[in-house]
């Protein structure tokens, strides 16, 4: 939800392209090495008005106990 809701992609995101990748990323074939690209995303509340910044959204406890009750066994997958 931050993302959508805490960042501006024109000016929160930037691309570190040819980053060192190991052998367990997927996006690299099996039995190569190589490199991807990364994105780093500033989805922070600004410091410089946090005051006056919306609070975060928040179930109550009785709303989470009922969805933890109903897909707790999925959830905990």
Not at 34 to 62: K, L, N, Q, T
Request: aromatic residues 6%; contains cysteine.
């Amino acid at each position: 939800m931050a993302l959508t809701t805490r960042s501006n992609p024109e000016i929160d995101i930037e691309m570190i392209r040819r980053s060192w990748s190991g052998p367990l990323d997927p996006i690299i074939p099996k039995g190569q090495k190589g490199h991807s690209s990364r994105a780093v995303i500033d989805a922070c509340r600004p410091y410089e008005w946090m005051s006056e910044f919306p609070p975060v959204a928040e179930s109550s406890p009785e709303v989470r106990r009922a969805a933890e009750e109903k897909w707790g066994k999925i959830l905990d997958a």
